[in-house]
């Protein structure tokens, strides 16, 4: 079992930046693969970036350039950097803990964490 809790969220005007910030405990958290997603109101969840357990990223096309998706496995943590905030990224942030192995495939999210670019 992975235990997974955000922070970091809050409000923000636009142009503006954010760190998220995920922290595991419950397992050993370097063999998964990490993710950040987001869902807005009324709209269905979203990849937003993920980090592999090599290290490999990987950016949904509308944050390439603004996200940046770190993994620290001494801390069991995974951060997301976002710049140059857009109203548009407004939305809950939920971290991901995926893993595929010979008994099965995992996947573990946490509470989630507001983002909110206002004005």
């Not at 592999?52 to 949904?60: D, K, Q």
Request: aromatic residues 8%; glycine residues 12%.
């Amino acid at each position: 079992q992975v235990q997974l809790v955000e922070s970091g969220g809050g409000l923000v005007q636009p142009g503006g930046s954010l760190r998220l910030s995920c922290a595991a405990s419950g397992t050993i958290f370097s063999p998964y693969d990490m993710g950040w997603y987001r869902q807005a109101p009324g709209k269905q969840r979203e990849l937003v970036a993920t980090i592999t357990s090599g290290g490999s990223t990987n950016y949904a096309d509308s944050v390439k350039g603004r996200y940046t998706i770190i993994r620290d496995n001494g801390k069991n943590t995974v951060t997301l950097q976002i710049d140059s905030l857009k109203p548009e990224d407004t939305a809950v942030y939920y971290c991901n803990a995926h893993r595929i192995s010979i008994t099965g495939t995992r996947d573990y999210w946490g509470q989630g964490t507001q983002v909110t670019v206002s004005s």
